[in-house]
């Protein structure tokens, strides 16, 4: 089974700022099957990444994938008020399809 | 694209529930679907998923023997037979599309319905 780890486990930062993710794989994520989501409270998670770097039909492009192996960042370029959540990453290449246990990114 | 999930309540551990899911605005068919859940509270858990015609099934450790997902592309549903219902089941529980993209599809979950709770307790 893969295990995911996302640092930080909660990111305090203020609108207009930049938001870095890490998601970190016990091993090899097989084609950069990685994807991230972002969820907000009473809500169904929104898929946001797949494959690692390719964003999601609607998604803004101030959201941004990257990494590869074991190694992956979601990286919001500019916090909007909207995008104070929780996200998570997922793999799913391998079953069972793990994921993290989420970073909170909240208003500073 | 909707996904429409039912069938979620209450039950006594060792009871049995059984999810339903109606899917609606895409072709049913064509898509591998899936299982999520989530403790209040808590994060994602993959639950289980399977491919469009029933011929690849996956499950967690966490619930492999007690819960069986299946699908009819007829009734454009989903379904997950949980049995031997534990305490540690209790969580909302997600119907998930997995997403296709150029011409190929992959696990991942383009589309969630908004959850159905089951609450297993005494």
């Known amino acids: 089974e893969i295990v995911l780890t996302q640092s930080p486990g909660t990111l305090s930062l203020s609108p207009g700022e930049r938001a870095a993710l890490s998601c970190r794989a016990s091993?090899?994520?097989?084609?950069?099957?990685l994807a991230w989501y972002q969820q907000k409270p009473g809500q169904a998670p929104r898929l946001l990444i797949y494959g690692a770097s390719s964003r999601a039909t609607g998604i803004p492009d101030r959201f941004s994938g990257s990494g590869s192996g074991t190694d992956f960042t979601l990286t919001i370029s500019r916090l909007e008020p909207e995008d104070f959540a929780v996200y998570y990453c997922q793999q799913y290449g391998s079953s069972p399809r793990t994921f993290g246990p989420g970073t909170k990114v909240e208003i500073k | 694209v909707q996904l429409v999930e039912s069938g979620g309540g209450l039950v006594e551990p060792g009871g049995s529930l059984r999810l339903s899911c109606a899917a609606s605005g895409f072709s049913f068919s064509t898509y591998s679907m899936n299982w999520v859940r989530q403790a209040p509270g808590k994060g994602l858990e993959w639950v289980s998923s399977i491919s469009t015609s029933s011929s690849h099934i996956s499950y967690a450790d966490s619930v492999k023997g007690r819960f069986t997902v299946s699908r009819d592309n007829a009734k454009n549903s989903l379904y997950l037979q949980m049995n031997s219902l534990r305490a540690e089941d209790t969580a909302f529980y997600y119907c998930?599309?997995?997403?296709?993209?150029?011409?190929?599809?992959?696990?991942?979950?383009?589309?969630w319905g908004q959850g159905t709770l089951v609450t297993v307790s005494p």
């Open positions: 091993q090899s994520v097989s084609s950069s099957y």
């Open positions: 998930t599309r997995a997403y296709c993209s150029g011409g190929s599809c992959y696990w991942a979950s383009d589309f």
